[in-house]
């Protein structure tokens, strides 16, 4: 039996989780800004009709905002994370085998079902996203990963295809590839479509045709493997466990420029904190950690940037051990007389924790101290981030904290943003 793939992608996906709550946004222009309220990384179809680009920095768009009237939204990632987690419970209500590819997309495992029912299963699952969680979507189907985003792309650029295009025909894969620009196939980057340019490699048709091995010596190994998925081909099986992470970053410039050890003390507890409820969410423990800071390169400011390194004495999970030494390595780094823009704390060499190895005299408390920090990271996890916190970390409404001038309520996740109704 030919395997069969679905790609389900989320609309515009942070725009569409901000319209869920607010129905008064449908057809208005909305954007969504990154971390400290910096660049659009969202735009609605309206907004990109107004020429606004992903990436474009928020303050060359202000005078566009204003004379639009675009609605401007700061990320709001706990709204858009608990979303995606309810667009995931639909999927795997209707379809066995899900991967979950980010944070607005997932590959569909469709074999098992007859030929003749997946067309009406893309659509029904359409129906029961939107009905569900209010998320717009559209499909693609094909017998590979790489053809179902291709699908994908085509469902969402051309509307009589109503959200769902099916490319496991041959007749109708030569006729559509045809119409994809080949920098919009998956795996093909802006580098390699320049090179496939050169010899007059234009769109997705033209890639499927041409020699895998010819395709392998301009891009490695990925070029000749999107070859022969672009053929039909399927090279790229579903990865339904997700592999053991290298390493874990929490890095974020600062609302406000940090001048005193006091502030950035707090800032690299926070992300240190951070970094390890993320290792206990992964079941991993670290090795090695790294600490950096730096000024803002693009003001008259005097420079200055710098970076250390340190192992642990044995590998670890504990946001105690882990936070005690990035403030040490902070503390070696820091410089008095700058105005600091960014530090982040970054975990490498990460091991599966069950297989840690303990130091020859280590502490005979760990297993309370690990269930402790569990204990902080399900009250976090059920009553909101930071509802516990270490004392190092500083206060939650601290100068240095991400600019979010523009967020959303948190409508799902936290109680008190819930909207109140008043009666009349």
């Known amino acids: ?200 490699v234009a769109t997705a048709a033209d890639l499927a045709a041409l020699q895998p091995d010819d395709a392998r010596a301009l891009m490695t190994v990925t070029g000749g493997r999107v070859v022969y998925e672009l053929r039909g081909i399927s090279c790229l099986p579903l990865e339904l466990i997700e592999p053991t992470r290298k390493g874990i970053a929490v890095t974020r410039s600062f609302g406000a420029p940090v001048t005193s050890w006091q502030e950035m003390r707090e800032a690299i507890a926070s992300y240190a904190t951070r970094a390890a409820e993320k290792m206990r969410r992964y079941k991993v423990a670290a090795e090695n950690i790294f600490v950096f800071m730096h000024t803002n390169t693009f003001n008259n400011d005097p420079f200055y940037s710098n970076g250390a390194s340190a192992r642990f004495s044995e590998t670890t999970n504990d946001t105690g051990e882990v936070v005690a030494l990035a403030v040490r390595l902070g503390e070696r780094l820091w410089r008095d007389g700058f105005r600091y823009s960014k530090t982040g704390v970054m975990i490498t060499e990460l091991l599966p924790e069950t297989i840690r190895q303990p130091a020859l005299w280590g502490e005979l408390d760990r297993e309370k101290r690990e269930r402790a920090w569990k204990a902080m990271d399900k009250l976090n996890t059920t009553l909101g981030r930071d509802t516990v916190r270490i004392l190092g970390a500083g206060p939650t409404d601290a100068a240095w904290k991400l600019r979010a001038e523009h967020r959303s309520p948190r409508w799902t996740t936290r109680w008190d943003e819930l909207p109140r109704v008043r009666s009349c």
């Open 1 to 200: 039996m030919a395997e069969v793939f679905g790609l389900i992608d989320c609309n515009n996906f942070y725009v569409s989780c901000e319209r869920v709550f607010r129905p008064d946004l449908e057809g208005v222009p909305v954007i969504v800004l990154s971390n400290n309220d910096g660049c659009a990384v969202a735009r609605s179809n309206e907004a990109k009709a107004l020429g606004i680009k992903m990436g474009d920095p928020e303050f060359k768009l202000r005078a566009l905002i204003q004379r639009e009237k675009i609605q401007v939204f700061s990320s709001n990632y706990a709204l858009y994370g608990d979303l995606s987690r309810r667009v995931g419970d639909c999927l795997g209500s209707m379809v066995p085998t899900v991967e979950t590819y980010s944070i607005d997309e997932s590959f569909l495992h469709l074999t098992e079902f007859r030929e003749r029912e997946v067309g009406d299963l893309a659509r029904e699952l359409r129906d029961r996203v939107l009905r569900w969680t209010g998320i717009p979507t559209c499909v693609g189907i094909a017998p590979t990963k790489t053809l179902a985003k291709v699908g994908n792309f085509i469902a969402k650029k051309r509307p009589q295809f109503r959200g769902v295009c099916d490319l496991r025909s041959p007749e109708v894969r030569a006729e559509l590839l045809a119409t994809v620009p080949v920098d919009e196939v998956w795996g093909i980057g802006g580098a390699s479509a320049a090179k496939l340019g050169k010899i007059g």
